[in-house]
């Protein structure tokens, strides 16, 4: 593909992402802590309607009455506002952007040979799979599991994200691989909605219309799993960062790296979940904090020794940054608008280079030009050169 067409379609792919992505998380966490919020009807009138619990609260400059109903009203509301396009919007995008960045250079994004080698072709089609099989999974543990208890199907589901990290750091480029994960989750969140939650509404509005007693067993599914989505939540927008940092997704054992960072979010929502329901357990961001802290010291990356004696001069590390290097940071279309065409430009950018080149070996992305062990040591005794 172009590489200006391929920029503007990122650029037009990810605001729309993100704009869906925000609504969507918005409205997930809004009627999550709507209905942890919820408190008895005062009135006796709105009970024997059938209220479950009523909300108040302040915002925008006015007072908002946000009530729950045990099943449905006796008459249809008009309007009736329903909200699905928010989170279909966001996976379409998500994944135009995974075709239009991932696929379409796949040889460069997704295939890392140190990782598995793949052809382009193979590498596609495992990640298609990974991500259907991730949906045919999770609902089968919520059809089986789920229905037994939540916290089993809370430990078993977490065992197969761990799982699913592993898999993807064996096959992809480290990059690649979280946003797999990512990808998968949010296949997972989408599907929810599209599969279960909506069908779900549409069935209690067709009894609503019909004048029966809707059957209340597809609401507490749909309940469950707009829970479940609230939970991914966090987890999901990580993948969608973390491939700004290096140090995360090309660490040791990144799949561990992952695991730890999902539960952690996750902990962060019950934590929050549980505030909205009025239980502060102060313990869970202590033992988050102390965690993250954990974390970065585990991550920090060691001082990337060199067997290159001597001084190096900048003649002797320019043939390497221009093959290894500047096909990609070349050009209006550089990644991040790093170019590395110049002396000044590769010396500006020496402490990054060394860092995504040497230390992460993030860069080049799934070593696409070969950069050799040797290369990286010499890149490394230039730098050091360089800050002496």
């Known amino acids: 593909m172009d590489p200006y067409l391929r920029d503007v379609l990122d650029v037009l792919l990810r605001m729309l992402h993100v704009t869906a992505g925000i609504a969507w998380i918005g409205a997930s966490f809004y009627f999550v802590r709507l209905d ?5 009807p005062k009135r006796a009138v709105d009970a024997e309607a059938g209220v479950a619990g009523e909300f108040w609260g302040v915002h ?22 329903w909200f699905k396009w928010e989170a279909y919007t966001t996976w379409l995008s998500g994944f135009a952007l995974m075709v239009v960045l991932y696929y379409f250079d796949a040889g460069v994004r997704l295939v890392d040979r140190d ?6 072709w193979q590498a596609i089609a495992l990640s ?11 609902d089968v543990l919520c059809r089986t599991l789920g229905r037994r208890s939540q916290a089993l199907l809370a430990a078993v589901g977490t065992a197969f994200v761990a799982l699913a990290a592993w898999a993807s750091g064996e096959l992809f480029a480290p990059r690649a691989a979280y946003l797999q994960v990512g990808v998968m989750l949010g296949t997972i969140m989408v599907a929810n909605v599209f599969l279960v939650i909506i069908p779900a509404h549409r069935k209690l509005v067709a009894a609503m219309e019909e004048g029966r007693e809707p059957d209340p067993a597809p609401l507490l599914e749909a309940k469950n799993r707009s829970v479940h989505n609230n939970y991914l939540t966090l987890p999901v927008l990580f993948t969608m960062l973390a491939g ?9 054992h990144a799949w561990l790296v992952f695991l730890a960072i999902a539960v952690l979010t996750g902990l962060i929502r019950v934590f929050f979940n549980g505030w909205h329901a009025g239980r502060r357990r ?3 961001p202590a033992v988050t904090a102390v965690a ?12 990337a020794g060199s067997n290159v004696s001597g001084p190096v001069a900048f003649e002797e590390v320019q043939p390497v940054i221009a093959e290894r290097c500047a096909p990609c940071h070349s050009g209006p279309s550089a990644p991040l608008g790093v170019r590395l065409e110049t002396r000044e430009q590769i010396e500006a950018r020496a402490a990054d ?8 070996k993030a860069m080049p992305p799934g070593n696409a030009t070969g950069m050799t062990d040797e290369e990286r040591e010499l890149v490394a005794a230039w730098v050091a050169s360089t800050t002496r």
């Not at 993250?292 to 001082?303: I, Q, S, T």
């Open 292 to 303: 993250v802290v954990g974390l970065a010291l585990w991550l920090r990356p060691e001082d």
């Open 36 to 40: 942890l919020g919820l408190r008895a």
């Open 115 to 120: 990782a598995a080698d793949l052809e382009e």
């Open 128 to 138: 298609v799979a990974g991500i259907a099989l991730a949906w045919v999974v999770y």
């Open 353 to 360: 280079i060394r860092r995504m080149a040497v230390e992460t």
């Open 244 to 252: 700004h940092f290096a140090f995360v997704f090309s660490a040791d």
């Open 60 to 81: 925008g400059g006015g007072l908002y009455h946000s009530q729950k109903y045990r099943l449905a009203p006796a008459e249809m509301p008009e309007p009736l506002h």
């Open 282 to 284: 102060w313990w869970i």
